[in-house]
Nanobody, 126 residues
Framework: QVQLVESGGGLVEAGGSLGLSCAAS????????MAWFRQAPGKEREFVAA????????WYSDSVKGRFTIFRDNAKNTVYLQMNSLKSDDTAVYYC???????????????????WGKGTLVTVSS
């Protein structure tokens, strides 16, 4: 059983930057494609970014492409999400997610996820 714990959320002004971390325990991150999803108030959870198990390939939603970067350190069992040029629309709870490699589909959807973190809140003030 893999446990995922997100950290790094908080309040930031529009245009600012924030970095999220997701630490995994109970398993090796190398065995998983990793992803970030988010859920804004009153909206459904949506895909944000994903990284292949070896970090070679990544995928981003159109809404964050060019502003967010997903990267991972398998030796530290940690995946990161660097968020730049933040907008008020980025306000959401951000969830770390693990999909056992090799992924059934790419990028993964919610249905494919094997483990979820509890989320960390990011609030962008305009």
């Amino acid at each position: 059983q893999v446990q995922l714990v997100e950290s790094g959320g908080g309040l930031v002004e529009a245009g600012g930057s924030l970095g999220l971390s997701c630490a995994a325990s109970g398993g090796t991150l190398r065995s998983y494609e990793m992803a970030w999803f988010r859920q804004a108030p009153g909206k459904e959870r949506e895909f944000v970014a994903a990284s292949r198990w070896n970090g070679v390939a990544t995928w981003y939603s159109d809404s964050v492409k060019g502003r967010f970067t997903i990267f991972r350190d398998n030796a530290k069992n940690t995946v990161y999400l660097q968020m730049n040029s933040l907008k008020s629309d980025d306000t959401a709870v951000y969830y770390c997610a693990a999909d056992r490699a090799p992924a059934y589909r790419w990028p993964p959807i919610e249905y494919d996820i094997d483990y979820w973190g509890k989320g960390t809140l990011v609030t962008v003030s305009s």
